[in-house]
């Protein structure tokens, strides 16, 4: 998967991981167990996937920058 994709997947699953809790706060859907659970994981789901793509983009672009350092 390209990194800007996993930023983008990541950025979508911690919003999800957000708005899930706001809508059980304000009461307009009931807070069970597994929509707690399904918030949580989204959140931290999405954490580690826009820390990782973060990482594969740093890495990608130091990477290209040696080379152009070597070859020119």
């Not at 809508?23 to 990782?52: D, M, P, Q």
């Amino acid at each position: 998967m390209p990194f800007n994709r996993m930023i983008g997947v990541g950025f979508v699953l911690v919003l999800i991981g957000a708005i899930v809790p706001f809508v059980i706060v304000i009461r307009l859907v009931e807070s069970t167990f597994f929509l707690n659970f399904i918030a949580f994981a989204a959140s931290v789901i999405g954490i580690f996937l826009g820390v990782i793509g973060t990482a594969m983009h740093v890495g990608d672009s130091r990477r290209r920058r040696e080379n152009d350092w070597y070859e020119g």
